[in-house]
């Protein structure tokens, strides 16, 4: 059930940076197959940042390796910059840049040393590396610690130097998995701003992983990821736009008998629990609003100023998983095969 | 805040607390209360010092200065008599992943000293607030990270504690049962349990009601959501949105960099660019000329309301900012 935001089509392949149609992939286990990526499609242009967004075991992993060429895909097409992912990856490795999820810098070395270990590998000349690496850490802010040991730089360091490590070769596009995680606030808008100045000045292609919904905000386009299918794809407004309704705000004194009481109501789609806050989801605020009032008032509830407020990625994602799990449910019921939800009873990152 | 007695009687007070490790500060003189049956959020980057703070709060630590109590008992003199009546949730969700659902609660309620009566009443009401009716018997390890976060708030808060510390609860769990979990906070609070609760997700401290910003060891804020972002935001954001984001955004670099515009931060947000300046009002203007002078199409520039996070990174960079000058 994918939903489909942009209509644009593009016209050839190779003019994308980053392409994968009816990409899947199955691994074999003792009790079974478990479908990690499922029938997913997405392209991505020069320059764009792209953000697969979705919760831990969606498959965000397994998807970013398989484009890599890291593991062999079991259906489906895959390439960067127009080489197949599984029969060209010296191209790719070539003019690709790559965080892993656990990536691991030699601890034991210093940010210097780092730098060189990387640049050593991708074959780099000395003149090269010379100009290079100073150009990077400057960049990354490092310039200060070229000494100080990688083990001993706090982890937002580890994730800038990283950064620039897979830079080195001058990639054309970068595929991060999960660049933020475990990362403080600060540390983390340090690191999207970085990212932010490399698509501005350098025109870079990148393809994040993150479980941070409120991230999607620095991405052009996004793909939500749920149990291996792509349950949602546009530009962040445009996923947000996908949830039918608006949003009301408010605060009850019991939020139990408040919920019960909205959810049934008319023009009321869903009712979410927020803390101690209810967001209610409506067709039409200015009819509603008086409405839930009025039932508030006739069951004694007492609450705070119902107000309008935005929605926000983690409820747009929340709403759309909760959709996506209704036909998931009404399919199975429907479907004999019992291997049709297995997609849906979580997949393997 | 009352001193007297009464029913509004502070549940966690810390007054003056220092913590020094050799010549590292890492508590500097931080003084707070947090309300009974309140939820309240310690936030501050890594390193600031919220962790060493809970350390000490729970009495695992002694502090070099100043003093902390909960419920009113001395946390570094009355350690014991606390530790009855407080609980505590760590990130790690410490299961014993060989056991049982049901047996790690039985674990540890029988830690905590519960009656027979009292452990099966738990083990049910517990089963049931976590979502467990039916994997009683299933391996911890194999649970799910919702199920097992859910599971391990239930073994923190197993002898009814009063008082809960949650030290990144929710790190690594997906959204759908973050927000559940934070269902069961409210919960909690509204039985009159105190919640202390530290994330890294900045929407989840939209969530408390009170909150208090640390960093470098100090308590730079403190105050409900709404009105941080009200009084701690240092300058106006402004979304700008014109025809090509990634031209404004080189524009705007280099005016921040020459010091043509004040401008605090220029961030790329989407096909959008968010800058931070002294003063919407006063350089909307000034921002719109540069962008026409480099023949860039504006669709707008407006004032945004500051999102918790622009708030927080606010108030962390201040005390840096004040350090340079």
Redesign the interface.
């Given at each position: 059930m994918l939903e489909r935001a942009s209509v644009q089509e593009h016209a050839k392949s190779s003019e994308l940076a980053i392409s994968a149609s009816g990409l899947t992939k199955t691994f074999k286990t003792r009790r079974g197959s478990i479908t990690a990526v499922d029938d997913l499609s997405l392209q991505v242009s020069p320059g764009e940042t792209y953000g697969l967004i979705g919760p831990d075991g969606a498959g965000k992993t397994t998807t970013v390796r398989v484009i890599l060429g890291l593991l062999t895909r079991t259906a489906g097409e895959s390439s960067i910059l127009g080489f197949d992912s599984m029969n060209d990856t010296y191209e790719i490795r070539q003019r690709v840049g790559y965080i892993a999820q656990q990536n691991v810098l030699p601890a034991d070395m210093t940010v210097m040393e780092n730098m060189k270990f990387f640049a050593g590998i991708q074959g780099m000349s000395k003149q090269d590396q010379i100009r290079r690496i100073p150009e990077l850490l400057e960049f990354a802010g490092l310039s200060n610690f070229t000494g100080r040991l990688a083990g001993k730089l706090s982890g937002g360091m580890k994730k800038k130097l990283a950064l620039a490590c897979c830079l080195i070769h001058e990639p054309q596009v970068v595929l991060l998995d999960e660049p933020t995680l475990g990362v403080d606030p600060v540390s983390r808008r340090e690191f999207w701003n970085l990212l932010g100045n490399l698509r501005a000045e350098r025109g870079l292609t990148i393809f994040v992983n993150t479980p941070y919904m409120d991230e999607a905000e620095r991405c052009t386009q996004i793909g939500l990821i749920y149990a291996g299918r792509l349950i949602a794809r546009g530009a962040p407004a445009e996923i947000k736009a996908m949830v039918p309704g608006h949003v009301i705000e408010f605060t009850p004194t019991d939020s139990t008998p408040a919920l019960r009481r909205i959810s049934g109501m008319e023009g009321v789609f869903e009712v979410q629990t927020y803390g101690e806050r209810l967001h209610v989801f409506v067709d039409d605020v200015s009819r509603r609003k008086p409405e839930i009032e009025a039932a508030l008032a006739t069951e004694g509830i007492a609450h705070n100023e119902l107000r309008p407020v935005e929605i926000r990625m983690e409820e747009a994602f929340i709403s759309l998983v909760q959709r996506q799990n209704q036909i998931a449910a009404k399919a199975q019921a429907q479907s004999s095969n019992p291997l049709a939800w297995k997609a849906a009873s979580g997949g393997v990152s | 805040m009352s001193n007297s007695p009464s029913e509004n009687q502070a549940s966690i007070v810390v007054q003056g607390l220092t913590k020094k490790f050799g010549d590292f500060i890492a508590v500097d003189g931080v003084s707070f209360n947090v309300n009974a049956g309140e939820?309240f959020g310690w936030l501050?980057?890594?390193?600031a010092g919220k962790t060493t703070t809970i350390r000490i709060l729970l009495g695992l630590m002694t502090p070099t200065s100043g003093s902390s109590f909960v419920l009113g008992l001395n946390s570094a003199t009355q350690t014991k008599a606390m530790h009855a009546v407080v609980g505590y949730m760590s990130q790690l969700f410490t299961l014993y992943g060989d056991l049982t659902a049901a047996e790690n609660i039985r674990f540890y309620g029988m830690v905590y000293g519960l009656s027979n009566s009292e452990l099966k009443l738990r083990q049910a009401e517990i089963i049931h607030m976590a979502g467990l009716d039916g994997r009683e018997n299933v391996l911890t390890s194999s649970l799910?990270?919702g199920w097992k976060q859910r599971l391990a708030l239930g073994c923190a808060i197993v002898h009814r504690p009063k008082v809960v510390f949650l030290d990144e609860p929710t790190?690594?769990?997906?959204?759908?049962s973050r927000?559940e979990f934070?269902?069961l906070?409210?919960a909690m609070?509204?039985e009159g349990v105190t919640v202390l609760v530290t994330t890294?997700?900045?929407?989840e401290a939209?969530?408390?009601?009170r909150v208090g910003f640390i960093t470098q060891g100090r308590l730079v804020a403190i105050d409900t959501p709404s009105r941080l972002k009200q009084t701690q935001m240092r300058g106006d954001v402004l979304e700008i949105s014109v025809s090509n984001?990634?031209?404004a955004?080189?524009a705007l670099?280099a005016a921040q960099q020459s010091r043509r515009l004040p401008l605090d931060?220029v961030?790329?947000?989407?096909?959008q660019i968010h800058v931070v300046t002294p003063s919407a009002e006063e350089y909307k203007e000034a921002i719109r000329e540069l962008l026409n002078g480099e023949g860039i199409e504006i669709r707008s520039i407006e004032w945004i309301a500051p999102t918790l996070?622009d708030v927080?990174?606010s108030s962390?960079?201040a005390p840096r900012l004040r350090g340079q000058a």
């Open positions: - | 939820v501050g980057p890594n390193g799910s990270g790190a690594g769990v997906d959204p759908i927000r934070w269902t906070i409210y609070a509204k890294h997700y900045m929407d939209e969530l408390c009601q984001p990634d031209e955004m080189r670099k931060e961030a790329l947000y989407g096909a996070e927080f990174i962390v960079n």
